[in-house]
């Protein structure tokens, strides 16, 4: 099977605009997880898809959102950027059971640079 | 809540002697336990998990770990450690009640085998 994908793998933005990365799980995957990697932070859990409900999310405001569509694909939106939403952007997809027990398997991550 | 430290944020090892990095964690009730590791510019990749069983779990690559309940560790081991091993190693925990499942990562140990 292929692995879980994102694009763009690189994006460079500017203060204020907006932007919106891709995720597309292994196939059959029905739960899809983003995580915000920072040298400050680590790695934090933005929020959780499963069968296009969000079903957790992660202590983040509001400019930060996502969707799941039919197919299980994910988007993940982050509005009005700051410089400090430099990030790599990770996916991962989980198993259909949904069972915490799942193995989360990860994209190779969107590098998002804001200027 | 649940979390998990990684005491040491660097590891040197000479290559072809045994690796471990450590990890504990912080739970009540039974853990949940995850190893990852990371690649530079690479998303994270998985190596095993302990959910129950045996304290001895194989994974990927030739590594183990070892789930000590009493001292409350999970720490991750190799025989012979490879140059290609060196890469950034990631604990992580999943909560064990309510509706959350995200990971919750350690901070990561930086892993240097050395020629």
């Known amino acids: 099977k292929a692995g879980v994908t994102q694009t763009p793998r690189y994006l460079i933005k500017t203060r204020g605009q907006q932007v919106t990365l891709s995720c597309s799980p292994i196939?059959?995957?029905?739960?899809v997880s983003w995580y915000q990697q920072t040298p400050g932070q680590g790695l934090q859990f933005l929020f959780e898809?499963?069968?296009?409900?969000?079903?957790n999310k992660g202590n983040f405001p509001g400019r930060f959102s996502g969707r799941q569509f039919s197919n299980s694909r994910s988007e993940m939106n982050v509005s009005t950027l700051e410089l400090g939403d430099s990030a790599l952007y990770l996916c991962?997809?989980?198993?259909?059971?949904?069972?915490?027990?799942?193995?989360?398997?990860f994209g190779p991550g969107t590098r998002l640079t804001v200027l | 809540a649940q979390s998990v430290a990684q005491p040491e944020d660097q590891v040197n090892v000479a290559e072809g002697n045994p690796l471990t990095v450590k990890c504990t964690y912080s739970?009540?009730?039974?853990?949940?336990l995850f190893w990852y590791v990371q690649y530079p510019n690479r998303g994270l990749q998985f190596l095993l998990k302990?959910?129950?069983?045996?304290?001895l779990v194989k994974g990927s690559y030739g590594f183990e770990a070892e789930f000590n309940k009493s001292q409350t560790s999970f720490h991750l081991k190799k025989p012979s450690a490879l140059v290609s091993d060196s890469a950034l190693y990631f604990c992580?925990?999943?909560?064990?009640?309510?509706?959350?499942?995200?990971?919750?990562f350690g901070s990561g140990t930086q892993l240097t085998v050395l020629p």
């Open positions: 991962a997809s989980s198993d259909t059971s949904g069972s915490r027990t799942d193995t989360q398997y």
């Open positions: 196939s059959g995957h029905r739960s």
């Open positions: 898809y499963f069968s296009e409900t969000q079903r």
């Open positions: 739970v009540s009730g039974n853990p949940y």
């Open positions: 302990y959910i129950t069983g045996d304290n």
């Open positions: 992580a925990v999943t909560p064990l009640s309510g509706s959350a499942r995200q990971l919750t």
